[in-house]
């Protein structure tokens, strides 16, 4: 049995990280206790292909050990069944059977083969241990299924009876990309998470942003999507504060090349007394902590949320002077509009109709699409040292 020696990385960081290219991730959170014997079968949707998948599990929120004594990776034909001949064993360390320290992750060993572009990955799991606090991604928006007792290497979907709209464990997939491929990382909030966007069918903003990077000459193809519904710059409550997790979530990805930073909002309505200059100064800790791991940051415009019921004018005079700020500053390495790709022209804190989710403050999947197609991937792409 490989068992993972927490010391032997920073909090927050992943054990035995690999080169490569990060082409999926979720940020972990608590997801309640964990069950002794269940398996899960999680299906991803990935964005660059290459060779040699890797997966990090997560047991970053745990209070004890965890023991994976079985993991596998295939393709989904459809709903919990895959397709035949694909779901193959994972190891680590060349072990079967791996325990995860409280606090810690952990990456597999790479797995021969090739993953395709765009796939949906299953990664079924199972632990024999599982108690205390689950690690996990809570706002899937994607169905995933359990069951008790070890069927992880099974193709059938038949003894997969439990739906779930979580990812348990599973909070990043890699692979080994074309020489010189890059990745980009959403850092935010609901609004990157894909809250009233279509479930099962990948329309998040970073999925319409991960299409169109397949389809560029640009360097950078790999998308890590790390937003967590109602999360903060500065505060820990959804989820740690992106200040908080910014090095796991973040930059301890394979590959990064830019942070693409679009949050704030929720530190704005949350009516704690956030100024604009607490997150000014949050933002440029996410800037300078990005640039000193050598990563770019493109920061992206508060959007508009009239007619949320938290709104108040005290909070959208707070979102005009931070995005001011984001739009002139010059301290970010580019920016991307969102406030004025979302707005209504004719009330301005407003979000135009036809792209508004239907509570005022979440796009549907038309806003995602638009927001996605406001990026420019050219920026994506750039030098923190130029």
């Not at 290497?153 to 890059?182: C, H, M, N, R």
Request: net charge negative; aromatic share 8%; proline share 5%.
């Amino acid at each position: 049995m490989f068992t993972v020696v927490a010391c032997q990385s920073a909090p927050g960081e992943a054990t035995g990280g690999p080169s490569g290219v990060v082409t999926w991730a979720a940020s972990a959170d608590r997801l309640g206790d964990g069950v002794a014997g269940r398996s899960y079968r999680l299906v991803v949707h990935t964005s660059v292909g290459g060779t040699g998948v890797r997966v990090r599990l997560s047991n970053a929120f745990g209070d004890r050990p965890i023991t994976f004594d079985s993991a596998y990776a295939g393709l989904q034909k459809q709903g919990a069944e895959l397709r035949p001949g694909t779901n193959r064993r994972l190891a680590f360390g060349g072990e079967r059977t791996v325990t995860v320290p409280a606090g810690a992750t952990v990456w597999s060993d790479p797995l021969p083969g090739k993953l395709p572009t765009a796939s949906n990955l299953v990664v079924s799991l199972h632990s024999p241990d599982a108690a205390g606090p689950a690690s996990g991604h809570w706002m899937a928006l994607q169905t995933s299924y359990a069951t008790q007792g070890d069927h992880t290497a099974e193709d059938s979907g038949t003894a997969w009876t439990i739906p779930t709209g979580s990812w348990f464990y599973l909070d990043a997939v890699s692979v080994q990309a074309p020489k010189g491929t890059g990745a980009v990382v959403a850092l935010g909030d609901s609004i990157t998470d894909g809250w009233q966007s279509t479930f099962d069918v990948n329309r998040r903003w970073p999925d319409y942003l991960a299409r169109r990077l397949q389809k560029s000459d640009t360097a950078v193809k790999g998308v890590a999507n790390e937003g967590i519904s109602g999360n903060q710059v500065l505060a820990d409550g959804a989820g740690q504060s992106s200040l908080n997790r910014l090095e796991r979530d973040v930059l301890s990805q394979p590959g990064v090349r830019t942070v693409f930073l679009f949050q704030g909002v929720n530190d704005i309505k949350a009516h704690t007394g956030v100024t604009a200059d607490d997150l000014i100064e949050g933002y440029r800790e996410i800037v300078d902590r990005a640039h000193a791991a050598g990563k770019c940051v493109v920061g992206a415009t508060v959007g508009p949320f009239k007619g949320w019921h938290e709104w108040d004018q005290a909070g959208e005079a707070v979102r005009q002077e931070v995005n001011t700020f984001i739009r002139t500053s010059g301290e970010f390495d580019a920016v991307t509009d969102f406030d004025r790709i979302l707005r209504s022209p004719y009330d301005q804190e407003k979000m135009l109709p036809a792209l508004d989710g239907g509570d005022h403050i979440h796009p549907n999947d038309k806003g995602m699409q638009a927001m996605a197609d406001a990026v420019d991937l050219t920026a994506l792409d750039c030098d923190p040292t130029g």
